[in-house]
């Protein structure tokens, strides 16, 4: 299963209740340098590819190009109309962690899909921390699973019991080899989405076999 994220192609592949992302590099780059804003167009090109997953609300869209939540959820509840599976990020900038702020702003963007998609059957939500991705300060297994926590705690709360135990909630944001193994041993952080450690292959299959091992001993 497929998905474009940036110059890059995510592979996604669900083991029961953990999800493993995988993240290869596709050359000719020019074709896959788009990130995965979900206008009709846009999925037409996406399923042409043979693209299965969509990430609405990473981090550079909410950020950079300037996405807010709504025109995102309905980014997200277009994609699962269409048949693709939506990754749905949710974040917050260093200043909003500073000041107190973090679980404010994941539940406003988290609300924001929710009140648009249609099912959370097809959904994975993402937990980037803004602070996090790229720059080598990884949240610490606490700091993430607190999130995580209150993130199942919130889809419990806000859309049903079943759907905040059967929802896949992954980490992104500086995940490597050295410390992907005491996430993944957090209750609430099924999976991982990597960024810069998926091009150094033996480091990356360290991150899959800390979440697939996880699986095997649950
Ligand atoms: O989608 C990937 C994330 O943005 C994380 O990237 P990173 O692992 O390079 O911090």
New binding site residues.
């Given amino acids: 299963m497929l998905s474009i ?1 940036g110059d890059q192609v995510v592979t996604v592949q669900p083991v029961s209740s953990v999800v493993v992302v995988l ?1 290869l590099v596709l050359p000719p780059k020019p074709v896959f340098k788009l990130f995965a804003s979900v206008d009709a167009k846009c999925v037409e090109q996406l399923k042409d590819l043979g693209c299965k997953w969509v ?1 609405p609300g ?2 550079e869209r909410r950020h950079v190009i300037g996405e807010d939540d709504q025109f995102i959820g309905k980014n997200a509840a277009y994609a699962l109309s269409e048949g693709l599976g939506v990754i749905a990020c949710i974040d917050e900038k260093l200043d909003e962690r500073e000041a107190g702020k973090t679980f404010d702003v994941c539940f406003k963007e988290l609300k924001a899909f929710a009140d648009t998609v249609p099912s959370w059957e097809n959904i994975v939500i ?1 937990y ?1 921390p803004v602070w ?4 080598g300060k990884v949240a610490t297994p606490l700091q993430a699973q607190e999130v995580h926590a209150a993130v199942r705690d919130w889809l419990k709360t806000n859309v049903s019991a079943d759907v905040a135990s059967a929802t896949r909630i992954i980490y ?4 490597n080899g050295g410390n992907s193994a005491e996430l993944a041993k957090q209750e609430d952080i099924d999976g991982f ?6 091009l150094k292959g033996p480091e990356f299959a360290t991150i899959v076999n800390s979440v697939t091992s996880k699986q095997v001993a649950a």
């Fill in positions: 994220h993240v990430i990473h981090s993402a980037e996090a991705i790229g720059t992104g944001g500086s995940v989405l990597v960024g810069g450690a998926s």
